[in-house]
DNA sequence: CCGGATCCCCAGGGATACTG
DNA sequence: CAGTATCCCTGGGGATCCGG
C-alpha cells in the first residue's frame, strides 16, 4: 500500500481510498447492496479484472468490504460493505454533489448504468412538499429503467419498472439527471430528447439541495 | 487526463480530482489560502516537484485554481481556488471525518505540519457551549504552534501563538489530535505524552460532531 | 458461465539534477 | 525561488488462459 507519509486523516483517507476505481468500487457495493464478482465488474465497465481482484483483497485486509461464501441458490462469494465501507457515503455524497456540474458536458462515448442516475434524486433532492401523498415515477433513460418513490417526506430509488406510475420520464442521461438534479428546466429536458408523460407538477416536488455555483430551481 | 468514462458524477468528479496527490493540494489550498509554489510544497512532503507543476497546470485548466502574477513585495506566482475549488471543502470534510478512524495507529516516520491539526477542531468539533464567553487554547504539537479560538458560538483556528491563552494543550500530534476530537480523554493524552496547563475545563466545550463508528465524548 | 490468475505493455508518478 | 528536464520504476490497462 502506497502511503503518502502525512498524520493528516485526510491524507489518511486517501492512503485507502485513494487508488483509482476504489471510491467506485465503494459506490457499485452502495447502490447495488452485496455484489458477486461479476456484479461488480459490470457496474465498473473499464476496470481490469486482475485489478478488481486484487483491490478486493486489499479492501477486505483494510477492513473496508467482507467476504462471504454465499448460501446455495447463488453457491459463490458474495462482496458487502463493513461498517467502516458504509462510513464513506458522506465522501461519495460530498464528491458527487460536486460533480454535478460536470454533468452537462457530452462525453458520447461514455458508459451508463441505471444505478448511477438512481442515487441523484435520493441524496440531492428533498421532497418540497412532504405532506402531499405519495408518487411514484418511471424513469428510463438509454433503455436502463429506475423508479424514484416520493413517500414519508423521503425520496427514495430502486433499478427496474413501476406497476402505476404517475409520471414517466423517457430520454437521454443527460435529459433525465438534468432535470432531476434542477439544473435544466422541463422545456430544456424536452429539448435534450426527453419525453414526459402524467403529472409534470411531481416535478416542482424534487427540490435540489443547496450547492455551491449551481442554481437551484424554485420549488 | 485519464477518464473512467463513465456518465455519474462521481466518476466524473474522480476524473478531475482522483489523480493522486490532487486532493492534498486542494487541502492546503484551503487551509493556507493563496500559496506560492514553494509553499505548495512544503505543505506536501513527498511530492516531485515536476508533478506539482504539471498538477498545477491541469487543475488551472480544468477551472480549479487560478494563477495570478502577484503584487511586488511576492513579485511572484500565487495559485488560489476558485469558486470550483473552494467547493470541494465538503469533500474534504467528508473525507477527514472518516479519515479520523485511521489516527490513532502509530506511524513513526509520517510528517506532520500544523495546519493538518489546525482544521480538526474546527471542522469535526462544535462548542458544546456557546452561550459562554469566548475563549482561547494555545496548540503546540511536534514544535508547531496553533491557536483555537472559541467565539460567537464558532471554533475557528489559525497558525501561530496566542499571546495570553487560557488553555495550553503540549504533546505528539496523536495526543492532541486525540484529545481534541474526542477519541481519547484527558488521562490517556497525557499517558501519550502530552501536558496540559491552564483551564481544562475548555476541553468539555469541544463537542466532537457524530460520526459512525467512533465514540463521542460527551459534553 | 463464474471467479479469478498470468503475462505483457504502457503511462503516471518518484527521485534527482539542472536552469533562468 | 520557481520551476524544467531526465531517468527509472511501479501501478494499472488489456488480453488471454485456467479451474470449478
Known amino acids: 500500500m502506497r502511503t503518502y507519509g502525512q498524520y493528516c486523516s485526510i491524507a489518511r483517507a486517501l492512503d485507502v481510498v485513494g487508488d483509482r476505481w476504489t471510491l467506485l468500487m465503494v459506490r457499485e457495493l452502495l447502490l447495488q447492496g452485496p455484489c458477486r464478482f461479476t456484479d461488480l465488474k459490470k457496474g465498473l465497465p473499464g476496470i ?30 458474495l462482496y458487502a460493505l463493513s461498517e467502516d465501507g458504509l462510513a464513506l457515503e458522506p465522501v461519495l455524497k460530498a464528491l458527487g454533489l460536486w460533480g454535478l456540474r460536470l ?6 462515448d461514455d458508459t451508463f448504468r441505471a444505478q448511477w442516475l438512481a ?7 428533498t421532497d418540497a412538499d412532504p405532506g402531499a ?18 413517500r414519508d417526506g423521503g425520496i427514495h430509488t430502486r433499478l427496474g419498472r413501476a406497476t402505476d406510475p404517475d409520471l414517466v420520464l423517457d430520454g437521454p442521461p443527460r435529459a433525465v439527471l438534468g ?11 424536452v429539448g435534450l430528447g426527453l419525453s414526459a408523460h402524467g403529472r409534470h407538477d411531481l416535478l416542482t416536488r424534487l427540490r435540489p439541495v443547496a450547492q455551491d455555483g449551481t442554481r437551484a430551481r424554485g420549488g
Do not use: C, H, K
Request: proline fraction near 10%.
Open 119 to 125: 442515487y441523484a434524486p435520493a441524496w440531492f433532492a
Open 48 to 77: 481490469a479484472a486482475n485489478l478488481l481482484s486484487a483491490r478486493l483483497r486489499e479492501l477486505e485486509a483494510a477492513g473496508l468490504i467482507t467476504r462471504e461464501d454465499a448460501p446455495p441458490p447463488v453457491a459463490t462469494a
Open 103 to 108: 454533468m452537462t458536458t457530452e462525453r458520447p
Open 179 to 189: 432535470l432531476l438534479t434542477g439544473v435544466v428546466g422541463l422545456e430544456a429536458a
Open 133 to 150: 401523498g405519495p408518487a411514484v415515477i418511471q424513469v428510463v433513460a438509454s433503455d436502463e429503467p429506475a423508479v424514484i418513490e416520493l
